[in-house]
C-alpha cells in the first residue's frame, strides 16, 4: 500500500498543503525580549537539528517499540532533506539527504528574503551556536525591508502553483535558488512579531505555524513544499510545519523533544564547544542571498495566491489550551487506556454539541510493518453512542455512566489493536478500490453508497502526537463541517489544538474546547463517584 498510499494521500492530492494537508507544531512558548534573544535560539534550534542529524546519519536513532514489537523507523530517515515538487497533475517527492552528494545547507528566510547557509565548516564539523547567531544575524542585517512574498506561491491549489512553478523554472537564476531551496536540510524563517493577535499566545502560535497568518503575516517567508520549517518569531512564537507526505507527527515530535533537550540541557552553550575546536571567524562563508527574478507573470501569480489565501486563513480558526484537570496517571488508575479514554471524551463533547454522533477519523500507527503508515480508527461506535447518550442522560446513575464509560473505552481500544495490527477496513479497502481503477474497472458501488459516504465524512479528524515537552501538534478540519483534533496527553494534563471552519454555521472550536474540558471532567466526575460509593 505504501506508493498507492503516498499518491492518494498527499501526492495526487490538489488543494493547497497550507491548512488542509500540513500540520503545525508548536513548540513550549519562550519569550524573547531582544532580536539577540531570538537569533540566539534560532541558532540552537540549527545546532539541536545537526546534532540529531547525526543519529540520522549513522542510522543510531533508537529503535521504537509498541508493546514488544519494533516499529519500523524509515520514516525519521525522510524527513531531513526532503522536499515536495509541484506537478501540473501529481507532484513528487525528492529526498536528497538520501542522495550520493547529501546537503551541507540550510535555507533561511527572514522579510521573504532567502539566503542559503554552509552549516558545515571545515572538516565537515557543524558550526558551532556562536557561528551560527553570526550568520543568522548577516541574513537579518541584509534583509531589512519585504521583499516579493515569493515564498506564498507554495500556499496555492497545487495544480496552479504547479503550472507557476514551471514558469518560475523557465529562468536559469529562478531555477538554481529553488535548486538550494528544494536541497537544503531544512529552512528556518525568522518572523516578526505575531500578527493580528488572538489574545492567546498558544492560538498565535499555532495559527503562525499552520498558516503563517497569511498575506498580511509571514505566509511569504515560508516554503511550505519544503518537509521541515522550523518557525522563530521576533517574540518567542516557535514552532514548525512540515509537509506530510514523507512521515507521520512522531518522529517529527521525537525531533523537537531532541532540540528542546539539546537547549535545556546547555549543550550548544558558549563554552561547551571548547576553544581549540571554533574555527576562525572569518573561515565562515557569507550567506548566499537566493536571487529570484520576478516576471508580471510570477507577480501575478503571487497576486492570486494572496487571494486564495486570504479566504482560507479568514476561514480557519483555532483553539489551543492545556487541559489541566488530570493526565494519563488518573486515567491509567482506573484501568483504563488514556488514548481510547480521550478519543470517547472527542465523541461526548461532539454529541453534546451536535445531539448526534460524528464520524470519527483517528490515525492508528501501522508501523510494525515495514512502511507502514497509518490505519483509521473509526472512533464512532455503538458503544459510543450509547456511551454519550447514557453520559448526557441526567436520571443516569455514576454507576451507569461508567459502566457504558467502560464498554466504550473497551471497544475503542479493541478497534485500535486491530487498526495497528493491519486489520482496519480503511486502508485495505483504499488498496481494493485503487487495484479496480488500476485494472480498468469501474469502482464498485459500495465506495458510492449512502452509508459508505456518511461513514467517511470524517467530522472529526483526530490525532495523537505525544511529546516530551509541552508541546502541541495541530491541523486544519478535514472536512468543511468538521473539527481538528490533536493532542499531546502528559501525566498530569493534556495539551490540545483544535479547529474549525469560520464558514460552517455549526462549529466553533471555542465551544469545542468547552464541551471536551466539560467532558473530561464528566466522565473522571462519574469515575471518582462511583468507586467512593463502591467504598461506602
Ligand atoms: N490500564 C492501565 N494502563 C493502561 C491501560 C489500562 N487499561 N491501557 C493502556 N494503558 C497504558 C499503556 O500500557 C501505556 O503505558 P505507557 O505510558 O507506560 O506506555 C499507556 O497507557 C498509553 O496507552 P494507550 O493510551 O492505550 O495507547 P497508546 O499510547 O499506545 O496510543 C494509539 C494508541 C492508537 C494512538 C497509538 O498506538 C498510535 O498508533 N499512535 C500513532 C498515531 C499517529 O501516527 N499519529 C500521527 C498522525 S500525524
Given amino acids: 500500500l505504501a506508493d498507492w498510499w503516498i499518491n492518494a494521500a498527499y501526492l495526487d492530492c490538489?488543494?493547497?498543503?497550507?491548512?488542509?494537508?500540513?500540520?503545525g507544531l508548536v513548540f513550549p512558548?519562550?519569550?524573547?525580549?531582544?532580536?539577540?534573544?531570538?537569533?540566539?535560539?534560532?541558532?540552537?534550534?540549527?545546532?539541536?537539528?545537526?546534532?540529531?542529524?547525526?543519529?540520522?546519519?549513522?542510522?543510531t536513532v533508537p529503535v521504537e517499540r509498541m508493546g514488544k514489537d519494533v516499529l519500523d523507523m524509515s520514516q525519521y530517515f525522510k524527513v531531513l532533506g526532503t522536499c515536495r515538487i509541484p506537478g501540473v497533475t501529481r507532484d513528487t517527492l525528492q529526498f536528497y539527504g538520501q542522495s550520493s552528494d547529501p546537503p551541507k545547507h540550510i535555507v533561511v528566510a527572514h522579510n521573504n528574503h532567502f539566503f542559503k547557509i554552509d552549516v558545515y565548516g571545515k572538516g565537515g564539523k557543524p558550526l558551532s551556536v556562536r557561528q551560527l547567531i553570526q550568520q543568522l544575524r548577516n541574513v537579518v542585517e541584509r534583509s531589512t525591508h519585504p521583499t516579493h512574498p515569493i515564498g506564498i506561491l507554495?500556499?496555492?491549489?497545487?495544480?496552479?502553483?504547479?503550472?507557476?512553478?514551471?514558469?518560475?523554472?523557465?529562468?536559469?537564476?529562478?531555477?538554481?535558488?529553488?535548486?538550494?531551496?528544494?536541497?537544503?536540510?531544512?529552512?528556518?524563517?525568522?518572523?516578526?512579531?505575531?500578527?493580528?493577535?488572538?489574545?492567546?499566545?498558544?492560538?498565535?502560535?499555532?495559527?503562525?505555524?499552520?498558516?503563517?497568518?497569511?498575506?498580511?503575516?509571514?505566509?511569504?517567508?515560508?516554503?511550505?513544499?519544503k518537509t521541515i520549517q522550523f518557525i522563530v518569531g521576533k517574540k518567542g512564537a516557535v514552532g514548525l510545519t512540515y509537509e506530510h507526505t514523507p512521515a507521520e507527527g512522531p518522529p517529527i515530535a521525537n525531533l523537537m523533544d531532541h532540540i528542546m533537550n539539546y537547549i535545556n540541557t546547555g549543550k550548544g552553550e558558549e563554552g561547551t564547544e571548547g576553544k581549540e575546536n571554533r574555527p576562525p571567524v572569518e573561515e565562515l562563508s557569507r550567506p548566499h542571498r537566493l536571487i529570484f527574478n520576478i516576471s508580471p507573470t510570477i507577480k501575478q501569480d503571487i497576486e492570486d495566491a494572496k487571494v486564495a489565501l486570504e479566504s482560507l486563513v479568514s476561514d480557519l480558526e483555532m483553539t489551543c489550551f492545556k487541559f489541566s484537570g488530570f493526565g494519563k496517571s488518573f486515567i491509567k488508575s482506573q484501568k483504563l487506556s488514556p488514548d481510547s479514554f480521550i478519543q470517547m471524551a472527542i465523541q461526548l463533547a461532539f454529541y453534546r454539541i451536535h445531539g448526534e454522533p460524528g464520524a470519527h477519523y483517528e490515525s492508528a500507527s501501522t508501523r510494525k510493518f515495514i512502511y507502514g503508515r497509518t490505519e483509521t480508527i473509526r472512533s464512532c461506535s455503538m458503544q459510543s453512542v450509547a456511551f454519550a447518550q447514557t453520559m448526557l442522560d441526567k436520571e443516569q446513575s455514576a454507576a451507569a455512566k461508567v459502566k457504558s464509560l467502560r464498554e466504550a473505552v473497551e471497544a475503542h481500544k479493541n478497534y485500535a489493536k486491530d487498526a495497528v495490527n493491519g486489520l482496519g477496513v480503511d486502508r485495505h479497502l483504499l488498496g481494493l478500490k485503487l487495484s479496480a481503477i488500476e485494472a480498468g474497472m469501474d469502482v464498485p458501488s459500495l465506495f458510492m453508497d449512502v452509508g459508505y459516504l456518511r461513514s467517511s465524512h470524517m467530522r472529526l479528524s483526530t490525532s495523537q502526537v505525544p511529546a516530551r515537552c509541552e508541546a502541541f501538534?495541530?491541523?486544519?478540519?478535514?472536512?468543511?463541517?468538521?473539527y481538528g483534533c490533536c493532542y499531546n496527553p502528559r501525566d498530569t494534563e493534556i495539551f490540545f489544538g483544535t479547529s474549525a471552519?469560520?464558514?460552517?454555521?455549526?462549529?466553533?472550536?471555542?465551544?469545542?474546547?468547552?464541551?471536551?474540558?466539560?467532558?473530561?471532567?464528566?466522565m473522571h466526575n462519574a469515575l471518582v463517584q462511583d468507586s467512593l460509593k463502591a467504598k461506602l
Fill in 14 to 23: 490538489r488543494g493547497p498543503v497550507v491548512v488542509w494537508s500540513s500540520p
Fill in 29 to 59: 512558548l519562550q519569550e524573547f525580549k531582544t532580536l539577540d534573544d531570538q537569533l540566539n535560539f534560532a541558532a540552537k534550534v540549527i545546532a539541536g537539528t545537526l546534532d540529531y542529524k547525526i543519529m540520522v546519519d549513522e542510522k
Fill in 154 to 225: 507554495t500556499t496555492q491549489n497545487r495544480n496552479v502553483w504547479g503550472k507557476a512553478y514551471k514558469q518560475l523554472r523557465k529562468d536559469k537564476v529562478n531555477r538554481a535558488s529553488i535548486e538550494e531551496i528544494h536541497r537544503c536540510i531544512f529552512l528556518v524563517a525568522l518572523d516578526g512579531p505575531v500578527v493580528n493577535p488572538t489574545g492567546n499566545e498558544m492560538n498565535d502560535a499555532a495559527l503562525n505555524c499552520v498558516h503563517g497568518n497569511g498575506p498580511q503575516g509571514y505566509a511569504g517567508n515560508r516554503w511550505y513544499d
Fill in 473 to 482: 501538534m495541530c491541523f486544519g478540519p478535514l472536512v468543511p463541517d468538521g
Fill in 501 to 522: 471552519f469560520n464558514s460552517s454555521p455549526e462549529t466553533d472550536s471555542a465551544t469545542f474546547r468547552q464541551s471536551l474540558e466539560q467532558s473530561l471532567m464528566d
